[in-house]
């Protein structure tokens, strides 16, 4: 999962970074992981079936937590399967969080890096003063 955030990492660590295609890049980065999470099912199958096969060469055995009725410490989700354990209690939660924690950092600097865009010769002509207002507040 961290594997999809790695180019965009690398991008925002370079001192000269276009802050457009890097907007772009995040939000592709955000389609990519909600369409994940939409297809959560289907892709943890894939994924926890090669985790099972890994485990297998290393000699370890599944295990999973003790389910109580009243359980304040940590998730306590209903299954049927090992496989829908670790679905419902990791990597659902785990790719929430992820998304969210993107849309945190980037999502406010969308309106700002368009608002910049009306600088530019081609799009000032365009465009009224107004449109300049949220990189005007930032700056």
Known sequence: MLSTTHNLSEKFKKTNIDLSQAIANFTSIL?????QRVNAN???KTLYAQVKEIAAK???KEDISRVCRL????NNVPYS????YYRRAVYVPYLDDFCNS???RFESYKETVASLQHILPESCTKTDFYSLEAALNFY
């Open 42 to 44: 289907d892709n943890f």
């Open 81 to 84: 399967t090992e496989e829908e």
């Open 71 to 74: 359980q304040t410490a940590r």
């Open 102 to 104: 993107l849309k945190e």
């Open 31 to 35: 389609d990519l992981l909600s369409e």
């Open 58 to 60: 290393l000699d370890i």
